[in-house]
């Protein structure tokens, strides 16, 4: 509920000009998280949300990452699967390509 309150009002191009994240420890949580979000995925499925939720709100908190993208996308999945929202899944898909577009921003996984 959290996230979906932060992502409120926010369209696909706001979030993909977001600042940079520049907390190196933050960055480097956020590129854990997404190595980690693989074997989580295969081992305990249930934890994989917290994961993204967890990305997604440093990533609109503090700014964009290299694995911003990967955890949008993520969201994204979350949206068109368990929650049934098609549409917010929609957006989470169009600002996960527009932040790998980005010039200078380029995934980590």
């Known amino acids: 509920i959290r996230v979906v309150m932060l992502l409120k009002n926010k369209t696909a191009e706001d979030i993909a000009n977001l600042p940079e994240l520049d907390d190196e420890r933050l ?59 098609p549409q917010h899944a929609h957006k989470m898909a169009k600002a996960a390509e527009l932040i790998l577009a980005k010039s200078g921003t380029r995934s980590s996984v």
């Open 27 to 85: 960055e480097m949580g956020q590129r854990m998280n997404t190595h980690l979000s693989t074997c989580v995925y295969q081992v305990e499925p249930t934890m994989l949300p917290l994961i993204i939720f967890q990305g997604v709100t440093t990533a609109l908190k503090h700014g964009l990452s290299p694995s911003s993208s990967p955890t949008f996308a993520g969201l994204g999945m979350l949206f068109c699967g368990p929650l049934c929202k």
